[in-house]
Protein backbone atom coordinates (compact mmCIF):
# COMPACT_ATOMS: atom_id res chain seq x y z
CA UNK A 1 0.00 0.00 0.00
CA UNK A 2 1.15 3.57 -0.49
CA UNK A 3 -0.22 6.75 0.68
CA UNK A 4 0.02 10.17 -0.66
CA UNK A 5 -0.48 13.59 0.98
CA UNK A 6 -0.45 16.85 -1.48
CA UNK A 7 0.28 20.42 -0.54
CA UNK A 8 1.61 23.45 -1.75
CA UNK A 9 -2.01 24.44 -3.43
CA UNK A 10 -3.12 27.94 -3.11
CA UNK A 11 -3.94 31.74 -5.10
CA UNK A 12 -1.54 33.21 -7.25
CA UNK A 13 -1.70 36.02 -9.80
CA UNK A 14 -1.22 35.55 -13.37
CA UNK A 15 2.67 34.98 -14.06
CA UNK A 16 3.49 33.74 -10.80
CA UNK A 17 5.27 30.91 -9.08
CA UNK A 18 3.71 28.12 -6.79
CA UNK A 19 5.60 24.13 -5.57
CA UNK A 20 3.18 21.50 -5.03
CA UNK A 21 4.96 18.95 -2.73
CA UNK A 22 3.97 14.84 -2.24
CA UNK A 23 5.06 13.05 0.27
CA UNK A 24 5.01 9.35 -0.33
CA UNK A 25 4.56 6.59 2.38
CA UNK A 26 4.54 2.81 2.61
CA UNK A 27 5.49 0.25 -0.14
CA UNK A 28 7.59 2.74 -2.01
CA UNK A 29 9.77 0.24 -3.60
CA UNK A 30 6.86 -0.98 -5.53
CA UNK A 31 5.93 2.40 -7.26
CA UNK A 32 7.34 2.64 -10.76
CA UNK A 33 6.23 6.05 -11.97
CA UNK A 34 4.83 9.05 -10.27
CA UNK A 35 3.07 12.32 -11.30
CA UNK A 36 0.59 15.34 -11.19
CA UNK A 37 -2.67 15.10 -12.71
CA UNK A 38 -5.62 18.35 -12.64
CA UNK A 39 -8.97 18.80 -13.19
CA UNK A 40 -11.07 21.33 -13.55
CA UNK A 41 -14.95 22.03 -12.92
CA UNK A 42 -16.66 20.07 -15.60
CA UNK A 43 -13.65 18.62 -17.00
CA UNK A 44 -11.79 14.91 -16.70
CA UNK A 45 -8.54 14.91 -14.73
CA UNK A 46 -5.98 15.00 -17.14
CA UNK A 47 -1.71 14.34 -17.09
CA UNK A 48 0.24 17.21 -15.89
CA UNK A 49 3.73 15.65 -15.66
CA UNK A 50 5.39 12.65 -14.97
CA UNK A 51 8.50 10.83 -13.53
CA UNK A 52 9.72 7.76 -13.89
CA UNK A 53 11.47 5.46 -11.11
CA UNK A 54 14.77 5.49 -13.65
CA UNK A 55 13.89 9.09 -13.37
CA UNK A 56 13.27 10.37 -17.06
CA UNK A 57 10.16 13.45 -16.98
CA UNK A 58 7.34 13.62 -19.49
CA UNK A 59 4.85 16.64 -19.77
CA UNK A 60 1.60 17.74 -21.47
CA UNK A 61 2.32 20.15 -24.31
CA UNK A 62 0.55 22.86 -22.09
CA UNK A 63 2.92 22.99 -19.58
CA UNK A 64 6.06 22.47 -20.81
CA UNK A 65 8.52 24.73 -20.51
CA UNK A 66 6.67 26.07 -17.45
CA UNK A 67 6.62 23.10 -15.02
CA UNK A 68 9.14 20.90 -13.99
CA UNK A 69 8.65 17.80 -11.72
CA UNK A 70 11.24 16.45 -9.69
CA UNK A 71 12.02 13.92 -6.69
CA UNK A 72 14.32 13.57 -3.77
CA UNK A 73 16.86 11.38 -3.54
CA UNK A 74 15.15 9.39 -0.86
CA UNK A 75 12.02 9.21 -3.17
CA UNK A 76 9.98 9.63 -0.54
CA UNK A 77 8.73 13.56 -1.98
CA UNK A 78 7.90 14.43 -5.41
CA UNK A 79 7.15 17.76 -6.37
CA UNK A 80 5.64 20.17 -9.21
CA UNK A 81 7.36 23.54 -9.70
CA UNK A 82 5.44 25.61 -11.80
CA UNK A 83 6.41 29.07 -13.33
CA UNK A 84 4.66 32.09 -15.57
CA UNK A 85 1.09 30.32 -13.88
CA UNK A 86 -2.32 31.25 -16.66
CA UNK A 87 -5.60 31.63 -15.39
CA UNK A 88 -6.43 27.96 -17.33
CA UNK A 89 -3.79 26.25 -14.68
CA UNK A 90 -6.65 26.90 -11.99
CA UNK A 91 -7.39 23.24 -10.96
CA UNK A 92 -7.18 20.27 -8.25
CA UNK A 93 -4.08 19.05 -8.09
CA UNK A 94 -3.20 15.63 -7.73
CA UNK A 95 -0.56 13.21 -7.04
CA UNK A 96 -0.69 10.10 -8.63
CA UNK A 97 1.33 6.99 -8.01
CA UNK A 98 1.98 4.05 -10.08
CA UNK A 99 2.78 0.47 -9.71
CA UNK A 100 2.27 -2.88 -11.24
CA UNK A 101 -0.73 -3.59 -9.92
CA UNK A 102 -2.68 -0.58 -8.32
CA UNK A 103 -2.68 3.23 -9.18
CA UNK A 104 -2.72 5.56 -6.28
CA UNK A 105 -3.85 9.16 -5.93
CA UNK A 106 -3.52 11.68 -2.84
CA UNK A 107 -6.40 14.39 -1.68
CA UNK A 108 -5.92 16.70 -3.86
CA UNK A 109 -4.50 20.68 -3.46
CA UNK A 110 -6.36 23.38 -5.02
CA UNK A 111 -4.58 26.21 -7.17
CA UNK A 112 -5.95 29.10 -8.33
CA UNK A 113 -4.57 31.57 -10.76
CA UNK A 114 -6.25 34.97 -11.04
CA UNK A 115 -6.09 38.55 -10.26
Known amino acids: QVQLVESGGGLVQPGGSLRLSCAAS????????MGWYRQAPGKQRDMVAAITRGGSTSYTDSVKGRFTISRDNTRTMVYLQMNSLKPEDTAVYYC?????????WGQGTQVTVSS
Open 26 to 33: GSIFSINA
Open 96 to 104: NAESFQYNY
